[in-house]
């Protein structure tokens, strides 16, 4: 079938005839409403503060990613390396101790293992404390001193240090200039 060559019937109409069926629909039309305006504006404005919290939400856990940061003034020769979770001490090549986050299983774990001689509370510094010292007996250390800090928001970190290349006098100095921050 060829369309080009087909004719279909033509309507004119009158410009009155046009003008009646413009007012006619006007009419039909539903009119904009103070009530209707004010469902479109409630709508858009939840719709903003919704994709507002969401951003903020993102923002916050991109930004924070649940980590805390910590500073510590360490012994002379020492050197502080930033992991995805908390810090390393480097004494030279050797790894002599860290500051992670931590749990009451953790610390609870570590209580109940053989390895340790002595568990005492720690009142002079920043943050309520307890001081395990855990028998190792490796090839790189004797001994570790673990100190199980309680921060304002009830987390735990656990701040580490092993001897013989952190004496227990150099740890207690370094742990008074312990803070943690967001």
Excluded: W
Aim: net charge positive; hydrophobic share 35%.
């Amino acid at each position: 079938m060829n369309y080009k060559n087909m004719k279909f019937p033509r309507k004119n109409m009158s410009p009155s005839q046009k003008q009646f069926i413009r007012e006619l629909l006007q009419r039909r039309q539903a009119p904009i409403t103070l009530m209707h305006r004010f469902f479109q504006i409630a709508a858009a404005a939840v719709l903003l503060l919704g994709i507002g919290v969401f951003s903020v939400y993102l923002a916050n856990e991109s930004g924070r990613s649940g980590e805390q940061t910590y500073a510590i003034d360490l012994p002379q020769g020492m050197d502080i390396l930033k992991r995805e979770k908390g810090l390393e001490f480097k004494l030279g090549e050797r790894t002599v101790g860290g500051a992670v986050p931590s749990s009451t299983k953790e610390k609870q774990s570590l209580e109940s293992s053989p390895g340790i001689f002595e568990i005492k509370e720690i009142t002079n510094l920043a943050y309520p404390a307890e001081r395990l010292l855990q028998h190792v007996k490796t090839m790189t250390a004797v001994q570790t001193y673990h100190y199980f800090l309680e921060l304002e928001d009830g987390t735990l970190v656990r701040v580490y240090f092993h001897t013989p290349y952190v004496t227990e006098e150099q740890a207690e100095e370094a742990m008074k200039t312990f803070r943690a921050g967001d």
